[in-house]
T-cell receptor
Framework: EPEVTQTPSHQVTQMGQEVILRCVPISNHLYFYWYRQILGQKVEFLVSFYNNEISEKSEIFDDQFSVERPDGSNFTLKIRSTKLEDSAMYFC?????????????FGPGTRLTVL | RKEVEQDPGPFNVPEGATVAFNCTYSNSASQSFFWYRQDCRKEPKLLMSVYSSGNEDGRFTAQLNRASQYISLLIRDSKLSDSATYLCVVNPKGGSSNTGKLIFGQGTTLQVKP
């Protein structure tokens, strides 16, 4: 069964450093998403992406965040200057516009720890 | 009012019990509804979509009441492996658009004991 993959599984970085989280969505999916989950809190939407541009973004997704689809398979989330409060699980998701339901499928996540 | 509200629990039940979770949502225009399951420190995994007519998948039954903006999940004959956090999820832009963000509830924790 096709699945969303994410790398790395765990990233440790120093405050102020840039990080890039990588995702490979399911191959025939065209909508891509990033969510985050701070430990003990609910999953929160960050951004959705379609046709090489951002469709929607949340208040969390400020100028420090950017997304990119650098090639036909990868979808990345960049945080330019990490803060302590960026420590969280980051989940990538994708969905198929041709499917009968609008289900989003999630990757296993990247645990980001900012020291 | 929270966008999606759930009782966090925990619900501690014996194996074989029937347990029900409820969820309310604030946006009456919401289009798509889901229950996801999340194991500790893992990704959310789709358990089932929720339709107005109600739907059943084995031991799991989901119901949607649009008038009351209320979603439910019933688990019959609980198994140890059902222990997890159950997330009520709403897509305000669901249906054919597929561009909408998912709004998650806090989750309800279920612990099934032998």
């Amino acid at each position: 069964e096709p699945e969303v993959t994410q790398t790395p599984s765990h990233q440790v970085t120093q405050m102020g450093q840039e990080v890039i989280l990588r995702c490979v969505p399911i191959s025939n999916h065209l909508y891509f998403y990033w969510y985050r989950q701070i430990l003990g809190q609910k999953v929160e939407f960050l951004v959705s992406f379609y046709n090489n541009e951002i469709s929607e973004k949340s208040e969390i997704f400020d100028d420090q965040f950017s997304v990119e689809r650098p090639d036909g398979s990868n979808f990345t989330l960049k945080i330019r200057s990490t803060k302590l409060e960026d420590s969280a699980m980051y989940f990538c998701a994708s969905s198929d516009p041709g499917a009968s339901t609008d289900t989003q499928y999630f990757g296993p996540g990247t645990r980001l720890t900012v020291l | 009012r929270k966008e999606v509200e759930q009782d966090p629990g925990p619900f501690n039940v014996p194996e074989g019990a029937t347990v029900a979770f409820n969820c309310t949502y604030s946006n009456s225009a919401s289009q798509s509804f889901f229950w996801y399951r999340q194991d500790c420190r893992k990704e959310p995994k789709l358990l089932m979509s929720v339709y107005s007519s109600g739907n059943e998948d084995g031991r799991f039954t989901a119901q949607l009441n649009r008038a009351s903006q209320y979603i439910s999940l019933l688990i019959r004959d609980s198994k140890l492996s059902d222990s997890a956090t159950y997330l009520c999820v709403v897509n305000p832009k669901g249906g054919s658009s597929n561009t909408g963000k998912l709004i998650f509830g806090q989750g309800t924790t279920l612990q099934v004991k032998p």
